[in-house]
Every structure is written in structure tokens, then in C-alpha cells.
């Protein structure tokens, strides 16, 4: 059974800021965060690739989220800095198994293995 750790989120104010992190031990060729809002439909935040150096950046979070490995700790971290109204969704780990770069975490089926989801809701 594949299994991801998912941590992080949580609410918060706008303008603040949140973590991510999530590990698996599977092996992957991309890993990433996914979101979907309460009535809208899913969207490819951030992944990044095995080695680390390649990731893909939704247009909407370009210059305020970052996504990095800690090849230490095992772990896939996504910082979110300067969030808003519109970040609130539930963000999925999520890992694509199969050859592909990060940008396929933004394709209907670009991703194999999801995690349960955690909660970011960016409210006054």
C-alpha cells in the first residue's frame, strides 16, 4: 500500500505564510502538490523532479511559493509565502511514477499516487 506523510497547512491570515511537507517511500519521478478548491477544478501547484532540478510553478503561485528537497530527510517541502483568499483549497501529495518532468503534475493524469489531502484556508 502506498503510503505519503503529509503535514503543514492549517489556517491562516492573508499575507502569511505556510509549509507543506510531505515524504513517501516510494520511488517517483516527479513529486508535487496539487490543490482543488471547494468548486473549482484541480490544479497543478508545484512538483519537482527526482534529482531535484526541475520544477514547475503554477502561474498563480510564481513568486510566492517555493518547492525544494531535503534529500536528508526524505522530505518534499512547498513554502508558501504571501497567501490569499484564492490559496484556500485542500493540497494533495501526489507522485508521478512513470518517465515525465514536473510540469505533468498540471495534466489530468500526469500524476500516479495521491495522498489524503490537508487543509489550507486563507481567511481575515
Known amino acids: 500500500q502506498v503510503q505519503f506523510v503529509e503535514s503543514g497547512g492549517g489556517s491562516v491570515q492573508p499575507g502569511g505564510a505556510l509549509n507543506l511537507s510531505c515524504s513517501t517511500s516510494m520511488d517517483y519521478y516527479v513529486i508535487g502538490w496539487i490543490r482543488q478548491a471547494v468548486g473549482k477544478e484541480r490544479e497543478g501547484v508545484s512538483c519537482i523532479g527526482s534529482s531535484g532540478g526541475t520544477t514547475y510553478y503554477a502561474d498563480s503561485v510564481k513568486g510566492r511559493f517555493t518547492i525544494f528537497r531535503d534529500n536528508v530527510k526524505g522530505t518534499v517541502t512547498l513554502r508558501m509565502n504571501s497567501l490569499k483568499p484564492e490559496d484556500t483549497a485542500t493540497y494533495y501529495c501526489?507522485?508521478?511514477?512513470?518517465?515525465?518532468?514536473?510540469?505533468?503534475?498540471?495534466?489530468?493524469?500526469?500524476?500516479?499516487?495521491w495522498g489524503k489531502g490537508i487543509l489550507v484556508t486563507v481567511s481575515s
Open positions: 501526489a507522485t508521478r511514477t512513470r518517465r515525465g518532468s514536473p510540469i505533468m503534475c498540471n495534466y489530468d493524469y500526469g500524476m500516479d499516487y
